[in-house]
Structures are given as C-alpha cells and as structure tokens.
C-alpha cells in the first residue's frame, strides 16, 4: 500500500496525535535509524525555501537514505512532459517525492500516476508539515491542547487553511484575524465549524488575541505575490504584531511564526526577539515532525 501524506484532513485525528506524539520522542535523543537505508527521496521544489529543505534533506539522511534535489531549471515538471510522465519516470528511479509547490493539482496527480509516496511540502492551498510542527511546539508546553486559545492574525493563506484544518483534528479554540478580501479557502471555516472545531473568523486582530495563549502570524505577501505587496501592506495596516496587541494576549502568551519574517510588517522587531516568541524553536521542530512523517510513510 501506497501511503501519502497531502493534508492533515486527509491524515486524520489520530494519525496526526500519533505523528506528534511519536516527534516529541524523537526529538531527544535525536533519533538515527536504518529505516530508508537503499532509498533515494527526490525533493521537488518549485518555490524557494531554507527550513523545509533543510529538515527534510536532514531527516531522510538520518533516517539512513539519500536525496535528489531538483528545482524548476532542474526538471520539466508539468512543461514539456506531461506531469503524469515525469511521475511515471520518478517512480521508477526513486523511492519517494518531498513536493513543495504551487496549485496542490500537481501533487494530485504525482499521486494518481506514480507508484511511490507523495509528502506535501506546501502548497498554496496548504502547509500541512509545518502546521503540524507547530502543533508539536505547543504541545511541547501545554499538553493538554483543549486548554489553549491559538490566534492567526493575517493572510487567510496556505497556513490559515492548515491551522483551520489542524482545528478539527486536535481540540485547541482558534480564532482568525483576517481583512476583508483576504479570507481562508472559501467554506474551510464552515466545514471546521459543523465538523465541530471551535473555530471562528473575525476581522480584527485586536478581537482574535484577546485571552490567546499562542498568537501565530505570517507574511502578508507570500511567494508568487510580490506584484501585491503594496495593496496588501494598505490591506494589512494594523495587523502588524506589537507589544501592543501582544498585551491583549494571555499571561505569559507565545509568539509563532513559520518563517522568514519581514521584521516591521507583520512583526515588530520587539516581538520577534522579545521572551515571548518562540519561532526558532518552532524551526528547529520541523525536522522532528519530519522524520515522524517520513517514517510513517514508509512504514505503511
């Protein structure tokens, strides 16, 4: 059996709890195995990254197996070759594909036509590793998930529609703060909700803070925006993280943010390196999570 990993709706509560769970142990002592000794994962990487490419490369090798890494200039993914060719191809020089690129169509069909696991690395639509790491850095300190308020304020983007999701599989309260025009996938806050995730959407930072034991956050122009950037720093104006709007927070509140960070934007210099912000180790957990999800992959 073929296992994927596309999204942490499609993982489940349980595998998701599992895959926590099971990083969390890994993470001290840092854990080596045999596991993909003889295996070669092609990473795949269609939009820039340090962190993702860093901790996959890092864990497969820990996990005793090789990489490829292929960017666009590297491959004719979706170009000159139909992308269920290059699947086809990949699936009989490799073992495995680590996908981080635009429309999640493509990461469809790599896994309607190849033969060998698919991993989401980030997708418009979805960022479900690092969502899942994140998830992994608070449980780290509240254990007990039910207890917390988690606060996005920001871009409905990819990781607003992973943290929505991330909402119906573990039992922490969420609360969005996004402009008008800017709102998660259409419908994702509504099948949260009726799935019973306490979930909400509101549109003011102020309001999604108030008593949030963790207050996460993003850039306001991601990859592939950059011709939005002065809309959206009007659209965003006073989304921007203080000390101000971290007051508003809980005692004691944590400051999250996937990375890299435009300092001034969504985030005060202040915050960032202040005692609230926990970001690096945020960072440091994705190759934790990583592993945990390698290993679940090839031990289907």
Not at 92 to 121: C, D, Q, S, W
Not at 185 to 207: D, H, I, K, M, N
Not at 232 to 261: D, N, V, W
Request: hydrophobic share 40%; net charge negative; glycine share 8%.
């Amino acid at each position: 059996m073929i296992r994927h990993f596309f999204s942490l709706r499609e993982a489940g509560s349980k595998t998701a709890q599992e895959l926590v769970n099971r990083a969390i142990a890994m993470k001290s002592p840092r854990y080596r195995s045999t596991l993909l000794d003889g295996k070669t994962i092609v990473l795949i990487f269609e939009k820039a990254s340090t962190r993702t490419r860093l901790s996959f490369e890092t864990a497969v090798r820990e996990l005793g197996g090789g990489t490829v890494f292929m960017t666009p200039n590297e491959s004719q993914l979706g170009r000159s070759e139909p992308l269920r060719d290059t699947a086809r191809v990949i699936s009989r020089y490799n073992h495995g594909m680590v996908v981080r690129t635009f429309g999640e169509e493509k990461l469809k069909k790599l896994m309607k036509y190849g033969t060998v696991p698919v991993i989401n690395a980030l997708t418009d639509e979805g960022h479900p590793c690092q969502v899942l790491g994140d998830v992994m850095t608070m449980t780290e300190r509240t254990p007990d998930l039910s207890k917390i308020r988690v606060a996005w304020v920001g871009d409905g983007n990819n990781m607003a529609n992973s943290w929505i999701e991330a909402a119906m599989l573990f039992p922490f309260t969420l609360t969005l703060a996004c402009p008008e025009g800017y709102d998660p996938l259409p419908g994702l806050v509504e099948e949260a909700q009726a799935a019973g995730a306490r979930v909400r959407l509101v549109r003011t930072p102020a309001e999604a803070v108030e008593g949030a034991h963790y207050v996460n956050t993003d850039v306001w122009s991601s990859m592939g925006q950059e011709n939005e950037q002065i809309a959206r720093e009007q659209a965003f104006a006073g989304y921007c993280i203080s000390t101000a709007i971290m007051r508003k927070a809980a005692p004691e509140a944590k400051f999250m943010h996937c990375l890299p960070a435009h300092r001034g934007e969504e985030v005060t210099e202040e915050v960032f390196e202040g005692p609230a912000s926990i970001v690096f180790d945020q960072a440091e957990n994705r190759l934790h999570i990583q592993k945990a999800i390698l290993e679940w992959v090839f031990s289907a």
